[in-house]
């Protein structure tokens, strides 16, 4: 069964650092890319990027590139979202999902991770 | 970038009911790269059609794709309770990446 198990909700503060993860099983790990999507509070879908963790590929969204880091352990079949310096603004659900191929539909998806910013 | 908008914002209906959600984009999606995803209060979002008409995996035949070009629409033929949602398109046509539409939501009439 492909599942994208992901880590749990956060809270930190503006200006803190963050690395969430996202954890692969049931599938080759190096043969799908996988993505991550914001949800803002009562908002709709964004895609933030993409990772091919099999050759460690990335692509950015315009809207984030420079944002966020996108990363990948094959070893440990785990994506990862970075943040350097966390704004109040990325208070949001992050979802990790897996595409075959990119650019794709996404077929499964994490159960989400809750960040919360807040001082 | 290509930009989708879903139509109409809120839609209510009745168990039982047809309903048609639009999503129109903004240039030419390549391929009909047109998906389809539903999502339910608390819940990731699930995967319903890509390629603009195929469903996924263990989706009931109620639900329907169709569409080329610029206009898609998403059909559910007779409303189930469990069919109340907020559905996403999502097109993946286009070498500058992947966006979404802003929503749709179903809601009991």
């Known amino acids: 069964e492909v599942q994208l198990v992901q880590s749990g909700a956060e809270v930190k503060k503006p200006g803190e650092s963050l690395k969430i993860s996202c954890k692969g099983s049931?599938?080759?790990?190096?043969?799908?890319?996988i993505g991550w999507v914001r949800q803002m509070p009562g908002k709709g879908l964004e895609w933030m990027g993409i990772?091919?963790?099999?050759?460690?590929?990335?692509r950015y969204s315009p809207s984030f590139q420079g944002q966020v880091t996108i990363s990948a352990d094959k070893s440990i079949s785990t994506a990862y979202l970075q943040w350097s310096s966390l704004k109040a603004s990325d208070t949001a659900m992050y979802y990790c999902?897996?595409?075959?191929?990119?650019?794709?539909?996404?077929?499964?998806w994490g159960q989400g991770t809750l960040v919360t910013v807040s001082s | 970038e290509i930009v989708l908008t879903q139509s109409p914002g809120t839609l209510s209906l009745s168990p039982g009911e047809r309903a048609t959600l639009s999503c129109r984009a903004s240039?030419?999606?390549?391929?009909?790269?047109l998906a389809w995803y539903q999502q339910k209060p608390g819940q990731a979002p699930r995967l319903l059609i890509y390629?603009?008409?195929s469903r996924a995996t263990g989706i009931p035949d109620r639900f329907s794709g169709s569409g080329s070009g610029t206009d898609f629409t998403l059909t559910i033929s007779r409303l189930e309770p469990e069919d109340f949602a907020v559905y996403y398109c999502?097109?993946?046509?286009?070498?500058?990446?992947?966006?979404f539409g802003q929503g749709t939501r179903l809601e009991i009439k």
């Open positions: 999902a897996r595409t075959k191929r990119y650019p794709y539909y996404f077929d499964y």
């Open positions: 049931g599938y080759s790990f190096t043969s799908y890319w």
């Open positions: 990772i091919y963790p099999g050759d460690s590929d990335t």
């Open positions: 240039q030419s999606v390549s391929s009909s790269y």
């Open positions: 390629g603009a008409s």
């Open positions: 999502q097109q993946y046509g286009s070498s500058l990446g992947i966006t």
